[in-house]
């Protein structure tokens, strides 16, 4: 972990001086105060800085103008709590703004951005991105160039500066082969120099079909080095269901595993088009062997806003839409990484059993991790069970694991949970969908380690929210505050912003969230306000200290005789009955009522409640009108691979 310089007597002798150097405002510690006159001799500065290379300054709507001028009008707002990093391109003198973690309120932090020209450097980023702070304090006269910002324009310039860093340190334990750092970033730079010498240019796409495995992280990589993007899917479709992806793509390449070949020859007959296809593994059928595939190293230059990854919304709503992710979400993503652990790298060991091909697996369980310097785990989500996963905590120390909600109900539901040692455990995190309130409770009650639930969506490159490094810590039932340089608000039916405490849609913006849906661009209108808010299609309420709580999805709310019903409440309630192990809340169709409520349930081992009992169990608990007037027992629930219910199915076999 990066240790702060002794900057006391720089201090001095600026304050002396009257002259403010590059701004380096302090995330953790006190804050520095400078006289007036200082202040006053930053705002020329402020007023002639061009626009951010990275529009990712923090600006609440109400800020002084000269602040809006900073962002270029590119600008995101943050919450009380967050933190965050943001640019400039080269100035003279060079600027460089972190936002603090305060709490107070957002005007706060413009006071204090503008009252203080110096202070301490104490930030938790790795030394090797430190060339953009370290001796960079300097007079008002003095030049002294910052490291450009195009350094990073290139997502995998992040992870080639860590490298640099930590070349022999591994990177990836995989259950068949492992990589060190040096080793991932030379195999991922001649894959995509093979790739090139292959014919796929720049802007082509490459289906990546393939369980977890190590030789995902090297496509990944040497896609977004040699410009082809990326764009991932389950390995658990078959062939009618990758045709949609391989035709919407238009996939120049494919990347698979030996055993799902069937499947791409299958759908590429059904299309009538012929990619190069690559195993890992042996070649089969026609096939290029993956570890043939090699070239000169090569590493493009590329925009912040060049696409880099197309993955696809889960389609628990309907037909999935290709989602554009740039370099600089990537980037916006990495950064947010910081905030999630305190450890040194070589501390930082993650455990992945999401699987990679969902965006969160790839950008926080794996991407994250790597940049940080820490160590990837990465395991074959088919694999999957609550001991399983477990034992491999125990066995390997790890220190950090994110999981869906479904995992957690695995583990705490297992015979073998209170039988392993997870002390090893410091950072537990659960996103995807609503976290069961009484499954947490007995999670953290049993391991000691307290669970930060989160929030985000493809669409944003995953998380927007996290009660990791909110201001006042974890408050359980919540996502969390906004990550830094998130903004976000919550309107009603009319598009007005709600006061806290009421519910209404969730609306985002920030830097990670994706530049529109591929060849949709009708989609990508509706998916936006014109003042640049994603709609997330989430109801959610905040709370005076700016707590988020995701209430259900717009599209699940049950309107019942004209009241409104949020399953995910009826939901909480059914995990709290002993003998639920699992269960889920629709809507189906009523001649009185418009719809009624119906439970799913899955039974715990040798339960013997009843429909009746069940109901009764919600009656005594909720208002009449929320209780599930039909309840189905079934042995599980249709899911996605990422964990999540796909209602619209069960709504399906229930009509």
């Known amino acids: 972990m990066f240790e702060p310089r002794e900057l006391d007597g720089e201090l001095e002798a600026l304050r002396e001086a009257e002259a403010p150097g590059a701004i380096v405002l302090d995330v953790e510690g006190d804050f520095e105060t400078l006289p007036p006159e200082v202040a006053e001799s930053l705002l020329p500065i402020v007023d002639s800085l061009d626009p951010l290379a990275y529009p990712e300054a923090w600006v609440p709507d109400d800020a002084p103008e000269t602040l809006h001028r900073i962002a270029g009008g590119e600008f995101t707002i943050g919450a009380p709590g967050d933190g965050g990093v943001a640019w400039t391109r080269q100035t003279d003198p060079p600027v460089v703004f972190v936002k603090p973690r305060l709490e107070g309120s957002p005007q706060g932090f413009i006071d204090f951005l503008i009252a203080n020209a110096v202070v301490e450097i104490e930030i938790g980023l790795p030394e090797q991105f430190l060339g953009f702070f370290e001796d960079r304090y300097v007079a008002f006269d003095e030049t002294v160039p910052l490291s450009s910002a195009d350094t990073y324009q290139l997502a995998a310039a992040l992870f080639d500066a860590t490298a640099a860093e930590r070349p022999n340190e591994p990177a990836i334990d995989g259950e068949n082969a492992d990589f060190t750092f040096a080793e991932l970033e030379d195999r991922s730079k001649s894959f995509a120099g093979g790739l090139r010498e292959r014919g796929h240019e720049k802007g082509d796409r490459l289906l990546l079909y393939l369980p977890n495995c190590p030789e995902y992280v090297v496509t990944i990589l040497g896609g977004l080095r040699a410009g082809v993007v990326v764009s991932p899917v389950n390995p658990q479709y078959k062939a009618r269901e990758i045709t949609h992806q391989l035709d919407d793509t238009d996939a120049s390449v494919v990347v ?39 070239g000169d190293p090569l590493t493009i230059d590329a925009d912040t806003d060049t696409t880099a990854m197309q993955p696809y919304t889960s389609g628990t709503t309907g037909q999935p839409k290709g989602v554009l992710l740039t370099h600089g979400n990537l980037r916006a993503q990495a950064f947010s990484g910081f905030q999630f652990t305190n450890l040194p790298p070589e501390e930082q060991r993650e455990l992945v059993f999401l699987p990679l091909y969902h965006i969160t697996g790839f950008t926080h369980s794996t991407w994250q ?67 069961p309130v009484a499954v947490q409770e007995r999670f953290e009650g049993e391991t000691g380690v307290a669970m930060s639930e989160g929030y985000g969506l493809t669409e944003t490159t995953a998380a927007t929210h996290t009660g990791v490094g909110s201001t006042f810590g974890y408050k359980i039932g919540t996502i969390g505050q906004p990550l830094r340089m998130t903004d976000c608000k919550i309107v009603n039916g009319q598009g007005e912003e709600v006061e806290a405490g009421e519910t209404g849609e969730l609306l985002v913006r920030g830097p990670q969230v994706m530049k529109g849906y591929h060849d949709l661009p009708e989609a990508t209108e509706e998916a936006f306000t014109e003042e640049g808010y994603f709609r997330t299609g989430d109801i959610a309420r905040r709370d005076e200290e700016n707590y988020y709580e995701i209430v259900d999805r717009k599209k699940h709310m049950i309107n019942t005789a004209g009241y409104n019903v949020y399953p995910s409440e009826v939901e909480e309630l059914l995990y709290e009955h002993p003998d639920v192990a699992d269960a889920a809340v629709v809507g189906i169709p009523d001649e009185r009522r418009n719809e009624t409520v119906k439970a799913f349930v899955v039974k715990t081992p040798d339960a013997d409640a009843t429909e009746e009992e069940i109901k009764q169990f919600c009656l005594d608990n909720l208002a009449e009108y929320k209780h599930p007037r039909q309840v189905e027992f079934v042995e599980e629930l249709p899911r996605t691979a990422s964990g999540k219910v796909q209602k619209f199915k069960l709504v399906e076999d229930d009509g």
């Open 369 to 435: 991790t790597l940049i940080r310097g820490g160590t990837a785990f990465v395991r074959n989500p088919a694999e999957w069970s609550a001991e399983r996963c477990m034992s491999e905590i125990e066995e390997n120390e790890i220190t950090s694991f994110i999981g869906v909600a479904t995992m957690f109900v695995d583990m705490v539901n297992d015979e073998s949970f209170g039988d392993y040692d997870l002390s090893s455990l410091d950072t537990v995190n659960e996103g995807g969908a609503k976290m």
């Open 256 to 294: 698979t595993h030996p055993a799902l070949v069937e499947h791409v020859h299958e759908a590429t007959a059904d299309l009538d088009i012929d990619p190069d296809i690559l195993t890992v593994g042996q070649a089969v059928d026609g096939t290029t062997a993956f570890h043939d595939v090699s």
